[in-house]
């Protein structure tokens, strides 16, 4: 068993060997670095003196990505959210929590504009459901980059812990997900959660880094 997972190492590192050599600077170094797509990146383990960088997907010639799997909305979103990378407000109570990754499709190419609509329980486990809070939308950047500066939701009773998603490609179908946290002991109980959808979380000096890459199936 484990030479077995040692072959599939270094098969998976020479891999990632060949396509940094074959890739511009910056991409390599993302190829190099160990992650890859936020669908694998439970799997990843970071030296404590990573850089807070997003990681990038890492795509072959004939390598598609496979599209981020739906959830259920559940019944606490509300439409037409504040544009904003920042649910933070004064005197929030819970752990700080940067999400980042990138937006891409199933052909492992960035999707600029991508809409991006989150929203989530407060550190006590309440949605506020009259209001906008720890709710809001963005678009990724030119690169199919976002950032979400947010809060480590809290639990509340037949969940374990996880934020909602909204990603939508211009002009392309909506996918509705869940984002879920490593090492949550509720994971095992809740059968909403899946795996593929769990985020690669690291500390950071305030708080924690979460980091995920949506993929979106290609039009
Ligand atoms: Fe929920």
Redesign the pocket.
Known sequence: MEMLVNTRMHRRNFQKLALALALPAPLALAALSGRSAGIALAQATEPADTPLLAPTPVCGDDDDLAATLPQTA?P?YTPDTPERRSLLEPRMPGTRLVVSGYVYSTKCQPIPGALLDFW??DDAGA?DNQGYRLRGHQFADEDGRFELETIVPGL?PG?TR?I?AIAQAPDQPILIT?LYFPDEPANAADSIFNPALVMDIQQAEDGEAAFFTFVLASG
């Open positions: 559940g606490f989530q329980a949605y509340y969940r996880h909602h869940q």
